[in-house]
Antibody
Framework: QVQLVQSGAEVKKPGSSVKVSCKAS????????ISWVRQAPGQGLEWMAE????????KYAQKFQGRVTVTRDESTSTSYMELSGLTFEDTAMYYC??????????????WGQGTMVTVSS | AIPMTQSPSSFFASTGDRVTITCRAS??????LAWYQQKPGEAPKLLIY???ILQSGVPSRFSGSGSGTDFTLTITFLQSEDFATYYC?????????FGQGTKVEVK
């Protein structure tokens, strides 16, 4: 069964960093781009970043440029998203999602279950 | 960036209704447009990709159309499990922006 499994919920202090993992199983990880999307409570979906396979340079939304770092480890089929300089406005559910790299028309067909990040003093 | 504008933001409907949600891109995105369904407490689920192609396993009452800047998601004969929030997303370029969402509520 194809799935993306994310790490567990986090509670962080303002100004700190959080690192969320997304582990793929059931398919060939290197065939997929991985995007990160967040959703603040009661709000819509917000695309943050994407990383393509092997030696791809991550792409970041301008809003998060300088604060977010996305990486991937092909040996463990895992992607990571690290967000620094946390503020209360970063409290949100963070999702990873995959998209087939070699098929531009394909969209994000498998999503992780989400990781809740709460920023609290 | 290519902002995406959905309309309406929410509306009330009854089971059996035919419902239509629209999504407009600020510039031409060809057919690089997806529709997702999200229910409370769940991750988004892909319904339609490439503007009109039904994702495997999605009921045929869902359909998508459009190209360029104007797109439509249609649900014929609305079922109880279809009450949810729907998002469009362009993946023509970075950033891969979403529409603000359309919540379909029970009348």
């Amino acid at each position: 069964q194809v799935q993306l499994v994310q790490s567990g919920a986090e509670v962080k202090k303002p100004g700190s960093s959080v690192k969320v993992s997304c582990k793929a199983s059931g398919d060939t990880f290197k065939n997929y781009d991985i995007s990160w999307v967040r959703q603040a409570p009661g709000q819509g979906l917000e695309w943050m970043a994407e990383i393509i396979p092997i030696f791809g340079t991550p792409k970041y939304a301008q809003k998060f440029q300088g604060r977010v770092t996305v990486t991937r480890d092909e040996s463990t089929s895992t992607s990571y998203m690290e967000l620094s300089g946390l503020t209360f406005e970063d409290t949100a559910m963070y999702y990873c999602a995959r998209r087939r790299s070699s098929a531009p028309r394909f969209a994000f067909d498998v999503w992780g279950q989400g990781t809740m990040v709460t920023v609290s003093s | 960036a290519i902002p995406m504008t959905q309309s309406p933001s929410s509306f009330f409907a009854s089971t059996g209704d035919r419902v239509t949600i629209t999504c407009r891109a600020s510039q031409d995105i060809s057919t690089y447009l997806a529709w997702y369904q999200q229910k409370p407490g769940e991750a988004p689920k892909l319904l339609i990709y490439a503007a009109s192609i039904l994702q495997s396993g999605v009921p045929s009452r869902f359909s998508g159309s459009g190209s360029g800047t104007d797109f439509t998601l249609t649900i014929t004969f609305l079922q109880s499990e279809d009450f949810a929030t729907y998002y469009c997303q362009q993946y023509y370029s970075y950033p891969r922006m979403f529409g603000q969402g359309t919540k379909v509520e029970v009348k």
